[in-house]
């Protein structure tokens, strides 16, 4: 699926590859036209049948909030938000900041979005009222905070109370959220302020895909919170608790809704990759034995060899390390993995195509992504560059354009 700019006329806009242009299942939304053939393919229709998927996993009964935070981990918040809500099968969606809330509003977005972060400061607070945002309070300050942000509503911003907010308590994760039993001052302190209401509390699970007896501990520490609010009478209409390793591998953590981010990526076993991240060949040449490539000399040439180069470089998030010393990662060009040679720079690196067939100028390179049999994972990239794939895809650059295939 090679962007149309990059197959004929690079010089033109892409009328075909236009949002506005029905029909043709494939475009991008950030930039008009797109010469620098380096890009990122994020697939939507992998995108719903991954929500699908996951909706049969985790039963029925709990709601799905979709966690786009970090623009959709890379792969564009608007995008994939409004493709999981189309699908009828997510109700919220989870962002870390306000501002990421107001990008979704400002995108015609509507429907119940939580702030998963701590709001600090007092204007924040004020903008996530008016952007209807469903803030996080995490401390009796941050409690404060939205009584204050409450009162110094305009007659209009009144109208839209009462605001919606959650409850974190700090079960295990030790990020934000305060520990039981003090969440029970803030519980009450937000009970008694009018035009609040505290439609959630939950909780968050860092270790359910290595851990299961930590994960099953704070669980049942989550569970007891739960009981004892519920016994106190008052009414809380959702709690939560479950990312997407817990809610798949632990039943009892759903309770009423739960918060997927990797899985509905196709991140995480059994689901199907969203994004690719693709280059194209732009320079070819042969080099002699001894050749040093990039800056430092870091490789040197064994035998003569075939280097290809790729537009695309550290600038558009692919990481430096993984180029240097032991780590060293491949790239599939015509089904072949080709190891990336010498240090990546800013922006382009280098690649040894030795003996791989059918390789030219305009050559497609897949960075992330299948080419023929082969495949490489956001993981593998991570492992290379010792990391996560959650640190790859939402650290490419804003730079790298973002063509969405279109659900059928
Ligand atoms: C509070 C919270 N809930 C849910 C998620 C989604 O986690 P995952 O992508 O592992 O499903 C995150 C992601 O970091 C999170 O911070």
């Known amino acids: 699926m090679k962007p149309a700019a990059f197959q004929r006329r690079p010089e033109t806009a892409l009328p075909r590859d236009n949002p506005r242009s029905a029909g043709s299942g494939v475009y991008s939304v ?3 036209r797109i010469y620098r053939p380096s890009w990122a393919e994020v697939d939507l229709s992998a995108l719903r049948s991954n929500i699908i998927r996951f909706r049969r996993k985790v039963g029925r009964r709990a709601e799905i909030l979709f966690v786009v935070k970090a623009d959709g981990y890379g792969h564009g918040a608007v995008e ?50 008016r952007y209807r945002l469903t803030p996080t309070v995490a401390s009796l300050e941050g409690a404060k905070l939205i009584r204050e942000a409450e009162r110094r509503l305009n007659p209009r911003e009144r109208r839209r109370l009462p605001l919606a907010c959650h409850l974190k308590i700090d079960t295990g994760m030790g990020r934000i959220g305060v520990r039981w039993p003090s969440g029970r001052a803030i ?55 479950a990312n997407s390793a817990a809610a798949l591998r632990f039943p ?33 040449k042969r080099v002699p034995k001894g050749t040093p490539i990039s800056y430092g000399g870091l490789w040197r040439a064994k035998r003569p060899t075939r280097v290809a180069t790729l537009p695309i470089g550290y600038g558009d998030g692919v990481p430096r390390v993984v180029s240097v010393g032991e780590r060293r990662a491949s790239v599939l060009i015509q089904g072949r993995r080709c190891p990336i040679i010498g240090a990546v720079t800013m922006d382009m690196l280098m690649v040894d195509v030795t003996g791989v067939r059918g390789v030219g100028i305009g050559t497609e390179a897949v960075l992330i992504g ?21 640190e ?17």
């Open 392 to 408: 790859i895809v939402t650290g490419l650059g804003a730079r790298v354009p973002r063509i969405y295939r279109k659900i059928h």
């Open 370 to 390: 299948r080419s023929g049999k082969a495949e490489i994972g956001a993981e593998e990239l991570a492992a290379a560059a010792g990391t996560i794939s959650y």
């Open 30 to 32: 950030r930039f008009p």
């Open 80 to 129: 994939v938000a409004k493709a999981a809500l189309a699908t009828g099968l997510v109700s919220r969606l989870g962002v870390s900041s306000v501002e990421e809330g107001a990008v979704l509003r400002e995108a015609g977005v509507r429907g119940p979005i939580l702030i998963l972060g701590s709001l600090y400061p007092f204007a924040s607070t004020l903008a996530a009222i």
């Open 252 to 284: 009892e953590s759903r309770f009423d809704l739960v918060r997927p981010g990797l899985a509905v990526y196709g991140l995480v076993d059994g689901f199907q990759p969203v994004l690719s991240l693709k280059s194209t060949i732009v320079f070819l």
């Open 187 to 241: 519980l009450e302190a937000l009970d008694r302020v009018e035009g609040v209401s505290l439609s959630g509390v939950y909780t968050h699970c860092p270790r359910a895909e290595d851990d299961a007896a930590y994960t099953r501990a704070q669980l049942k520490r989550f569970s007891r919170i739960v009981d004892s609010i519920r016994a106190t009478g008052t009414k809380i209409p959702c709690f939560h608790a």
